[in-house]
């Protein structure tokens, strides 16, 4: 520079662009201006330029700017690169918005309460050690400090700012960010900060970078655990990143990042963090299932008693699940006494210590830790699961010993077994006992006195998680039975049951004598006998029906009510059709419509507030409550219990109209004469004239309701028979 540094007025003249307007609007100037770099120290020349809106004078040696003074119309100043020791040393221009004062020399910060047009502050690489005199900018939006030797943070509440950046400063604690309501992008990398909160409250921050900070532990992710606008952040270069499984646990804690350390977070990354830290249920009974047949398969391959030889007929078993405590034991016992001659209970193994009164192999079977584990590896259980700190698993063998029997196995188990249960091969009938007084439940638990507040929490907090799968997953349980009164619970289990089997009482309720096959429905049995005895002969046949049928069960999406009641009333036209009858257009039209929502017939078991679970009633297939029905004989012909004898005609029959059938919610009799009835004498009933065609009124007693059915009930056309013979006292395994 000729002029030791000075600008003169010819540089100016070469350095002014955008020929416009004034901003008082009187006359044609030039608005800008931009030396950069010509080492300028003196650019008082420039108090001639009042017009310039915007000045840009990087990269010189100026340390003084008084000259802006003279600029009343500034809107946009860089002095960036400079020696400027005076922060901002001149006269406030009124609509000042945009200030670059970065690579500087200045210590202070003064008040800008004159700058209320201030919407960008850029003054990295300058010596600050304090942030002070923003307070009254309430309109500034962007504020840099990089580079400075800050180490609080102070001086920023309530400013509207968007972008905060202050990275490489000595900040060893985020502090007074919480009024911070505007904050999107926070760069606080290369400071001293062990901890991420102060952040928790930033809830529209969509970016922050802490890189090369002191953050050493994982957790400290969970402080911005509620922000869910955070898609980018930035924690390389911190201790934290040697931590074990750092990034699935950052990413698990975060699920709302798309970015993390500069690395775009990946769907699968997402879905592995979550089944890694909050398996889903499904997740947990897969790998449950998986470890169990791997342990399995790498034992000798023998066949089990509990492998029957039609290959469509999976061993028959009955689950009763429901929150602990709930009575499902006490349920199962019962009903295995009282049913001895189908069920027997399948006793699981546990770690936990018995309880008083309990019994070992009858209750469970006790066993240690260790025990357990080597069963674990030996291949022996179909399930396991923790619970309360204790493991519990049902073993192969609980079940074989039953199968030998020629019975079928009754087990309890919570929710997480059940999943498990339902990726084996085994195929049992889900029954759902849930408390629905809360109240009445927690007593119940006390009153046990086994179990501690923690435990009776949990217990009482799985209410709803039964509830919700219910609720969710129509059909994941075949049967949902309130269990607040155990009397009234085992009599509508009992009652399932037996619709499950087919049977009828002959006699008094607890003779366990009187509950014997149902000769008396000789026709349905026979039906039945018909559609087994098809089975036998024709293995494959009946194989791929109920292989098809649970394929079609699985891609046929959920129905909706409305589709429900049109199929149910287009089926109940066509079983009027097939008995010989049909309605007429009166009556058609003013027919009562049925119940449409077999997904919520779960839900019709459980009692309304104000009524006893005593009031619950069975639906039948159609949805028709049989009570409801009963006085109407061509309602009763069309019925859920008329059609449930007749499902097994009809399969046996036609397979294309087994399965029509089963699409409803029908819960169909278990094939008696696979335990041991005497085929031929069921067959002679048969054989005395009565086709799939008779009337079906007639064919099984009215007094039998039929039971609540569920969508996809096709899957398990009936609770699976054993063949008969099998029921033995030789309990020899057929290895
Ligand atoms: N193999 C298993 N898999 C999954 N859950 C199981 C298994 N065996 C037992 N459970 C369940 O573990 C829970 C704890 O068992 P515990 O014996 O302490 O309860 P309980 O008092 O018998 O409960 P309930 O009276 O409802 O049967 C119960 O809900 C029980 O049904």
Not at 34 to 58: A, M, T, W
Not at 478 to 484: F, G, K
Not at 563 to 591: D, V
């Amino acid at each position: 520079m000729e002029n030791d540094g000075e600008l003169t007025e010819d540089e100016v003249f070469k350095c002014l662009s955008i020929l416009g307007q004034s901003a008082t609007g009187l006359q044609h100037t030039y608005l800008c201006l931009s030396v950069p770099g010509r080492d300028l120290k003196n650019v008082s020349i420039l108090c001639n330029y009042i017009y310039l809106q915007k000045l840009e004078l990087p990269y010189n040696k100026i340390k003084d700017l008084s000259c802006v003074s003279h600029m009343p119309h500034l809107i946009i100043l860089d002095a960036s690169h400079n020696q400027l020791t005076d922060f901002f040393g001149f006269q406030p221009p009124k609509n000042l918005k945009e200030v670059n004062f970065s690579h500087n020399q200045i210590a202070v910060m003064k008040d800008l309460s004159a700058y209320s047009s201030l919407s960008k502050l850029i003054l990295d690489y300058n010596s600050f050690s304090a942030i002070s005199g923003l307070e009254k900018c309430k309109r500034l939006s962007h504020l840099s400090l990089a580079h400075n030797n800050i180490s609080r943070i102070r001086g920023l509440d309530h400013l509207p700012l968007r972008v905060l950046c202050l990275r490489a400063n000595v900040i060893s604690k985020i502090e007074n960010l919480q009024t911070l309501r505007n904050l999107q992008v926070l760069d606080l990398s290369c400071n001293r900060i062990q901890s991420l909160l102060g952040l928790q409250n930033i809830h529209l921050l969509g970016t922050v970078n802490l890189e090369s900070n002191l953050i050493s532990e994982i957790k400290e992710a969970a402080h911005l655990h509620d922000l869910i606008l955070l898609r980018e952040m930035n924690l390389l270069r911190n201790p934290v990143q040697n931590q074990d499984d750092y990034r699935l646990a950052v990413i698990f804690l975060l699920q709302h990042l798309i970015l993390l350390d500069q690395h775009t977070v990946t769907a699968e990354e997402k879905v592995s963090a979550v089944n890694k830290y909050d398996p889903p249920l499904e997740v947990i009974a897969a790998r449950d299932h998986m470890t169990h047949l791997m342990y399995q398969l790498m034992q000798p391959q023998v066949i089990f008693d509990s492998t029957l030889p039609s290959l469509d007929a999976p061993y028959p078993m009955l689950v009763l699940t429901g929150p602990q405590a709930c009575g499902k034991r006490e349920l199962a016992h019962k009903l295995c006494r009282e049913f001895r001659d189908y069920f027997a209970y399948g006793a699981c193994h546990t770690t936990r210590g018995p309880y008083y009164g309990e019994e070992d192999g009858s209750d469970y079977h006790f066993v240690t830790e260790e025990e357990f584990q080597n069963m674990i590896q030996m291949g022996q259980f179909v399930q396991t699961m923790q619970y309360g700190g204790h493991w519990y698993g049902l073993s192969r063998e609980s079940i074989e010993h039953v199968a030998r029997e020629g019975l079928a196995c009754c087990v309890h188990m919570e929710l997480e077994g059940v999943y498990s249960l339902k990726n084996s091969c085994f195929e049992p009938r889900y029954v759902l006992l849930i408390p629905t007084v809360v109240d009445n439940y927690v007593c119940f638990l006390k009153a046990r006195g086994f179990y501690s507040n923690a435990q009776m929490e949990t217990a009482v907090s799985r209410i709803d998680l039964y509830a919700k799968i219910n609720r969710e997953k129509p059909g994941f349980f075949d049967n949902i039975i309130p269990c607040d009164d155990r009397a009234e619970a085992y009599q509508t289990l009992k009652q399932l049951v037996k619709e499950y089997l087919g049977l009828e009482e002959q006699g008094g309720e607890d003779d366990s004598s009187s509950v014997t096959p149902d000769n008396t429905s000789t026709n349905a049995t026979g039906e039945l006998l018909a559609a087994n005895t098809t089975k036998d002969t024709d293995l494959m046949d009946s194989y791929s029906r109920n292989y098809q049928n649970k394929i079609q069960a699985k891609m046929t999406p959920q129905q909706s009510p409305a589709e429900m009641a049109s199929n149910h009333r287009r089926q109940q036209l066509i079983r009027e059709a097939l008995s010989g009858k049909s309605l007429g257009a009166y009556a058609e039209l003013f027919q009562r419509s049925a119940p449409t929502a077999p997904s919520s017939l779960a839900s019709h078991s459980l009692p309304q507030p104000g009524h006893s679970s005593s009031s619950v009633r069975p639906v039948g297939l159609d949805g028709h409550d049989p009570d409801e029905d009963s006085s109407s004989e061509e309602s009763r012909a069309s019925s859920g219990l008329s059609m449930r004898s007749s499902a097994g005609a009809l399969s046996a029959e036609s397979p294309a109209r087994g399965s029509d059938t089963g699409s409803g919610p029908n819960i169909e009799p278990l094939d008696i004469s696979m335990f041991g009835q005497d085929r031929d004498s069921l067959r002679g009933h048969m054989d005395s004239g009565l086709t799939p065609d008779a009337p079906r009124s007639e064919r099984v007693s009215p007094t039998l309701p039929s039971s609540p059915g569920r969508p996809g009930a096709n899957v398990k056309p009936v609770l699976p028979p054993i063949p008969s013979g099998r029921k033995t006292n030789d309990s020899g395994s057929k290895q």
